[in-house]
């Protein structure tokens, strides 16, 4: 006897499967989305709840954007210590409402100025180490808060930094992924002086839901408060820097905390498809972004789909022809000429581009002729229009692993930036930036605020920025899609360095990209590898100028959270 279904539960599935149809984001496909977050006022996005809360009560007490991302930027550095800190650096784009103008700030510290590469040498090195005192360079990430708020800020930094000194004294719960990476830490860097009597105060790190705090670093924040930016560099914390270094067989100095300054900078951009793309020039990484998105122009990507096999290898593609020049060219301006106008120009986009073949991956690409790797991002929009994309990292998770008496944080290693041979553009010499893997991004369409974003990981930050304006521009996702798609991540490129990439690299593909994909693309020669986590965290607001709001997304990669008010 046959079964018939009732006319209404089939006038039910055909209404279902046209919603579903419409907003095309469903649990269960390749991946699931959420919808984007919409405010009127202002919005702050960051990868901590409590971070994002403490940026919206600096909104709402009238500060500028700029005054809550150094809120936020200072409750990072106290809950996520494995991917920020007041030991490391900082470089933000900041959209100015006033002057209707992109401001770049570099934060980034220099290398001591009495340890040169003969040193390393004669003690042995191939590299510059990971972890100790032979790899920190000034922390700029102070500097940086100060410089901002000088030029942008409304609120005092009593108000600004009181949210985290209060959670700093009175503890707060840590989240499952942060206790992860706190653990991790333990083993390479928890031997290092004070570091166990800072995070371990019960000899063990801090488990998923404990009460966690750091009365050191609330007295260093409350001294910063009060005394301003010179108790960093030039007042008791900088001499108990400079002891604690020197104590560990390090160079840095009183004298180079006291010479350090932030740079003010002009972001440079390429147009991609009407949209104008905007990151900072070297000692970063973020043209990279700009050269890989000036060669993928030249396809059809819209007539393509995120898990095409073609897009994919043309993206790992120009990912290799642009990584090469990173490798060779990309360092400190001051000390090298490094030609960024000719890299991220659309002529030698053309050339470059040449050099791709459609149906075969490359083992290696020599770098062009132009001239004939853990962080935080966050991002803050205010009721006045001005919006702030800021990027700030110890490296390598907590960084070096030195950790001074009484201070409260770790101080980066990114003196591993550098490399040692000699006359690279990107080798070591005293008081210069080494190259730097952190990048906020920004896109502007017709001279308007557009967008505000970053993605988090080393070396995955400008692959991630791409994805992001294809994932919207091409692919026409929304914010939030366009982060929680599955993602691309391309490694074994030749590095700043010095190492090489001879075999082609590997392509890391995230869950959700389907079997005939892959299969393809070990056709064409790629070499596939299933990993896990190195495809970065993601925050991005955007300023809808025809209805006067701001929409914000975050992502599950991290802990992060959008909200507005």
Not at 293 to 305: R, V
Request: negative net charge; hydrophobic residues 35%.
């Amino acid at each position: 006897m046959k079964k018939f279904l009732p006319a209404g539960f089939l006038l039910l599935t055909v209404f279902l499967l046209t919603t579903i149809q419409a907003q095309d984001r469903v649990t269960g496909r390749n991946f699931a989305s959420r919808s984007e977050v919409i405010a009127q006022h202002g919005m702050a996005a960051t990868s901590h709840p409590l971070a994002t809360q403490a940026a919206l009560d600096i909104l709402k007490k009238g500060g500028s954007a700029v005054d809550a991302a150094i809120a936020a930027n200072a409750m990072l550095g106290l809950m996520e210590p494995t991917g920020c800190g007041i030991g490391g650096d900082l470089f933000a784009i900041i959209w100015d409402a006033d002057s209707k103008q992109l401001h770049g700030l570099n934060a980034s510290g220099r290398s001591p100025k009495s340890l040169t590469r003969e040193y390393y040498i004669e003690q042995g090195y191939e590299y510059i180490p990971s972890f100790g005192a032979l790899t920190v360079s000034v922390p700029g990430a102070v500097d940086g808060w100060f410089e901002m708020h000088s030029k942008f800020g409304k609120l005092n930094m009593q108000e600004i930094l009181q949210p985290a000194i209060d959670y700093g004294r009175n503890g707060f719960p840590v989240t499952e992924l942060i206790a992860y990476y706190l653990d991790r830490s333990v083993s390479r860097i928890g031997h290092y002086p004070n570091f166990k009597e800072t995070y371990m105060p019960n000899g063990k790190m801090p488990a998923k839901g404990e009460i966690f705090r750091n009365p050191y670093l609330a007295s260093t924040y409350e001294t910063l408060a009060r005394e301003g930016r010179d108790a960093f560099y030039k007042g008791e914390i900088a001499r108990t820097i400079e002891a604690y270094i020197r104590e560990n067989g390090g160079f840095l100095s009183y004298d180079d905390m006291a010479a350090h300054t932030s740079t003010w900078v002009d972001p440079v951009s390429t147009n991609y498809r009407g949209y104008d793309v905007w990151e900072l020039p070297p000692n970063g990484q973020g043209i990279a972004a700009l050269q890989m998105l000036n060669i993928l122009e030249g396809y059809d990507i819209a007539s393509m789909s995120l898990y095409d096999p073609e897009y994919i290898h043309l993206f790992v593609e120009a990912k290799k022809l642009a990584y090469e020049d990173r490798a060779q060219y990309y360092a400190d301006m001051d000390f090298s000429p490094v030609p960024v106008e000719k890299l991220i120009s659309k002529e030698y986009a053309a050339e470059r581009r040449e050099l791709i073949d459609r149906n075969q991956s490359a083992r290696r690409y020599e770098p062009g002729m132009p001239d004939g790797p853990n962080t935080i991002y966050l991002t803050v929009a205010d009721k006045d229009g001005n919006m702030v994309s800021l990027i700030q990292s110890n490296y390598r998770g907590m960084g070096s692993g030195m950790t001074p008496p009484g201070l409260g944080f770790v101080i980066q290693n990114r003196g591993e930036g550098f490399t040692l041979q000699p006359g690279h553009f990107n080798t070591f010499e005293p008081g210069k930036r080494p190259f730097h893997t952190i990048i906020p991004g920004f896109i502007t369409k017709n001279g308007k605020p557009y967008i505000s974003f970053g993605v988090m990981g080393g070396d995955m930050q400008p692959q991630g920025h791409v994805q992001i304006v294809i994932n919207m521009i091409d692919f026409g996702m929304n914010l939030q899609e366009a982060g929680d798609a599955p993602r691309i991540y391309h490694t074994g490129s030749s590095e700043p360095t010095g190492q090489q990439m001879t075999d082609g690299g590997a392509v890391m593909l995230e869950s959700g990209f389907p079997y005939e994909t892959i299969r393809t693309l070990m056709h064409k020669g790629h070499k596939l590898q299933w990993i896990s986590g190195p495809f970065g965290g993601y925050q991005a607001i955007m300023w809808d100028k025809e209805n006067g709001v701001y929409y914000g997304a975050s992502e599950s990669r991290k802990d992060g959270q959008a909200a507005g008010y």
